[in-house]
């Protein structure tokens, strides 16, 4: 019979899809750096063009969700010969004034740490790549003392994000894991905290309810580039590209709020990559000083009980630095490692809050946090509670409530065609490319076959 043969198929083929090195186990919590208090570009600084203006400025949002909305981005990898002729001249004025560095880009297959050419040194200043472990002053690898930063990359994901296949679908069904972001939602929630999620650009765009209700459940939103490559193989206008539209696809879905934190995907960046992403953006690189391996859960790589084990001996260790564990909101197991943690982190003496409230005192670069207004759309000169430049303030300070409003997605289902849609998940798979704009026809094919997969694995079961 073919079905048993195709369970068995499955998670061989989703385990060729992994890369097996990930190599950022640094459990070691020697090296003490802070990020500063206060914000630090100029507020003439060009990124300040960067953006139009936020809601109140007359603009006309589409609703999250909505056809207009979805077609506004690119669909998978970004052409950068359709980029914003903004963020190719703010790139080419910190070329010119010499704040990109000019250094060689990476390479690699698919699975392995990026190389470069021979000669440059992955460790030496000017490179000094994440990879390697190397620490750029000004980069966030750890929480402040004491502390849990709660952060969890890759979302947001819904059902079964994993499976190319509706086959999986049905799998995840029958164990009851349903969906990843929502149940992690509904976790948070329950216990009254607030995570930063870093999010793939992709997946916002084919999820845009689950991205909403992030935000609009108090969740702190960051860049996770929009289709998760290493980011130390692009080029300049590539890593443009890619945190461009992500920043952007948050901003114009979050009233104008303009993320302030990016994370490289694989922990992948180095000077020029850093460089870009503040010079060009604002945007503030932040890594991990732990890691559970979550994403090498679903195949083997490691197990529920190795990662509680790994959390007992962190949370027994020393508070200095706090603990800033990537974890992902990708999978159903990854999600339950983290609630199966969660409960002895604070009676072994942890304070628990967002990775952004945590290490900054705002999670956007002009609004503190979701719920507060967008004082003007641009960086923060030094802030989020200094008054912005007065040249700024009156053409964009919009009224709270209109600032705060996001629109519900007017058409997007959970439950519809538009979670059968295969979407990339862990940190060791590349974004998918799969565009938008498949066929109802195709949707609706997908849908039976599905749901008839559903019955016979169902029926086989039990
Ligand atoms: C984002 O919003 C601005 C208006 O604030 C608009 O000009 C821009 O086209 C929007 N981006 C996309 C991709 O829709
Ligand atoms: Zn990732």
Redesign the pocket.
Known sequence: MWWPAFLLALPLAHAASIPAAHDHNDESHHVNKRLPKSWSLDADHPAQAM????PG?G?D??AVGSPT?SA??PQSSPDVNQLPKQWVDALNDAVAAGKIPNIPQSHNTPGTNPIYPPGVNPNGPEVCSATYKCRIEGDVWDAPDGTFATAFDDGPTPVCTMCSLCLLIAIVLISARLQYTPTLLKFLEDNEETATHFMIGVNILQNPQLFLDTFNSGGDIAVHTWTHPYMTTLSNLEIVAQLG?TA??I??STG?RVPRYWRPPFGDSDVRVRSIALEVFGLETVIWNMETSDWGLATGLTTPEKIHDSFVHWLAGPKSPGMMVLEHETSAQSVAAFMAAYPLIKPAGWKVDSLAALIGDSTYQNSKDGSSPVKF?GILANGADNTPPASLTSASSAPASQANSVPAASQTSQTGTRSQTPSPTTEGQHASQTSNSASSRGAHLLVALCTSALVAAISTVS
Do not use: F
């Open positions: 953006y139009k203006r936020a400025d603009t949002y589409p909305w506004a981005w539209w952007e696809i901003r114009n104008g759309d």
